[in-house]
């Protein structure tokens, strides 16, 4: 991270959402960095190829396959970064889904699909971690919100509403769990070139157009790689941000200072 050391040697790390996107890019820079890294994801042989990579860098990875919006699923990813590396100190929630549309547009279906990945997944991982990190005398957890979870944003209803959820779940595991050492904060990335900004868009939408819509509303004038949202989740989880609990970090490119 832009010259930021940071070791991990010896720490346990569980990312949802681990086979693709922003997931994968922390992973790997988890890996780098030191950590062992359980790399969670409901796609087995996506997951595998992920775990393949870091370990051909020398590094150490596990694959946990299950649905973090399936509590039971979600107790099973903590259970395995205990029995492949004895622990655990680092939670990133990475695991999302959207859905595009106004609230006419959203089917019931649809509504609890968002908010059963987004927001019951978040909750459900990181109540299971939280026991295991007391004991090991603290730990951190980072979740994956959005920009949409500080301002509105139109035909996004459920997307907007989860993270809303996710944004203020933040700020209050983090008041509960701070005087046991455990740093709970949350990053809010705008749009970042993976394939969730180009998905479920209007038949025949380009990905040139979603992304001239995208570029038009950031001062900066760029849409970021995965990489610059793991590089600030590698910031969040080294002990630069000690005394950083219950935030809600934007990484938009000045999109939400206008």
């Known amino acids: 991270m832009g010259g930021l050391a940071v070791d991990l040697e010896g720490k346990v790390a569980l990312v949802s959402g681990g086979s ?6 922390i992973c790997t820079l988890l890996a780098a960095s030191g950590a062992s890294v359980v790399v969670g994801g409901r796609h087995a042989e996506r997951t595998a190829a992920v775990v393949e990579s870091i370990r051909s860098t020398g590094r150490s990875a596990a694959p946990a396959i299950g649905d973090v919006a399936d509590s039971t699923q979600a107790e099973h990813l903590v259970a395995t970064a205990l029995t492949e590396f004895g622990g655990l100190d680092i939670v ?7 859905h595009r549309a106004d609230a006419e547009g959203t089917t019931d279906d649809d509504w609890h699909r968002v908010m059963s990945i987004n927001v019951d ?5 990181s ?9 090991r005398g603290g730990g951190v957890i980072v ?5 949409c979870g500080l ?4 035909a996004l209803v459920a997307y907007c509403a989860s993270k809303g959820a996710v944004t203020n779940l ?11 050492g455990i740093r709970i904060n949350a990053i809010c990335p705008g749009s970042v070139d993976t394939p969730m900004l180009v998905s479920e868009h209007p038949a025949g939408t380009s990905a040139d157009e979603v992304f001239e819509r995208n570029l038009a509303s950031i001062p900066e004038g ?6 610059e949202v793991a590089d600030l989740t590698l910031f969040l989880c080294s002990d630069a941000s000690r005394h950083i609990h219950g935030a809600n970090l934007s990484l938009d490119g000045g999109y939400t200072a206008q």
Do not use: C, K
């Open 222 to 227: 760029r849409i970021p790689e995965p990489s």
């Open 92 to 98: 990133v929630n990475a695991a999302g889904v959207i």
């Open 170 to 180: 933040t700020r209050a595991m983090a008041l509960d769990h701070a005087l046991e």
């Open 20 to 25: 693709s996107g922003m997931g994968t890019a």
């Open 151 to 154: 301002v509105g944003s139109a």
């Open 143 to 147: 979740n994956i919100s959005s920009t």
């Open 127 to 135: 109540r299971a971690a939280v026991p295991v990190m007391r004991q």
């Open 121 to 125: 997944g978040t909750f459900f991982l």
